[in-house]
């Protein structure tokens, strides 16, 4: 049996509604291998008072059957008083679940993943409310206090051991469980990720150089200033991956658990590092935003870079999706042997690859030529430069 994309992503996304609108329990779809670690990167500016930080995380794709990266982004308070309770991947019944993340008053268990700026791994060190009012730990959090005057400083020691693992439980995994507090924490009013949030990881999901198999576990956007802003000026690159990222080289989604609103099939899939097989199995490219930079010349000038080599690419993949439909016809035609089809479908394979591989790159190198500029011109100061992320 065979559920085509669209319809997949569609009873998955009811399945993660369903779930979360009761208690945000674990998402009912297991993953037979853990996501990749977290990779190293630092904070942009806390945009304005009343933003929390929601750290960055891998989701799964399940249309691409690959793990991609959710940059962390600073979110507005859904309402006074609440904090965010991050998300985590956990292993259970031979398989790893996602327990989606969670607005409340008190920050509960979120795995023991240590996630910085203030997540260590239980508990949240990066500010507290006072008054109706946030209140920003700078000693862990990037907040430019010309803008933002309700901050403090207090250094954080963790005991934990320091490492990038992003998953509790299993093969590797982070050794945690809930303290009594996080229990209490639990059963108070909790207030699911709102709208922008969850726009965010669709934003994520559309972009394939966050697929970790493209990526491998250094996404190019690592965090951004604020939800969606994927080509902001103070789009934070991830400076290396947490650890190298070894995916299996062939692995099977393990079966749902009982209570699934959308039970997905069992089905041997290819590994991360496996390529699309066709130009018709490539992602549309994201249209680009506009960039903001404050400058309209600047502005014009990226934005007219970037139109170009959308144009451009979206012309490469048309032509190879053209030329290798004509492929299929003329072996059809000819009714080609099952060597000569091999041989064909080998040839096309390496032809996506190498597509996909020019545009990332090309993609890339357009954005290292715009970012000097972009940091000449919102060069913070000394004093205020941006946290790398601490453990």
Known sequence: MRIVPSIRSLLFALAIVVVSAASFPQVGISISFGPPALPVYEQPYCPAEGYLWTPGYWAYDYDYDDYYWVPGTWVEAPEVGFLWTP???????????????????????????????????EGYEGGRWDNGRFFY????????????????????ITNTTVNRVSYNGGTGGINARPRPEDAIAAREKHVPPVAVQTQHVQAARANPQLRASVNQGKPPVAATPKPGAFNDRAVVPAKEAGAPYHPPASRAAAPPAANAPAPRPEKSVPGPSTPPAHAKDLAPHPRPAPPNTGNPKVDQKYQQQQEKLYMQQEKDHQKLLQKQEQDHQRLAQQKADEARTQQIEQKHQQQTQQLEQKHTQQQQQLQNKQQPTSRNQSKPPKENRPPTEKQ
């Open 137 to 156: 730990n700078r000693s862990v959090n990037n907040v430019n206090v010309t803008n933002i005057h309700n901050v403090y400083n207090t250094t954080v």
């Open 87 to 121: 998300g985590y991947w956990a292993w259970r019944d031979d398989g790893f679940f996602f327990n989606e993340g969670y607005w409340g008053p008190h920050v509960g268990f979120y795995g023991g993943i240590p996630y910085g700026f203030g997540y260590f791994g």
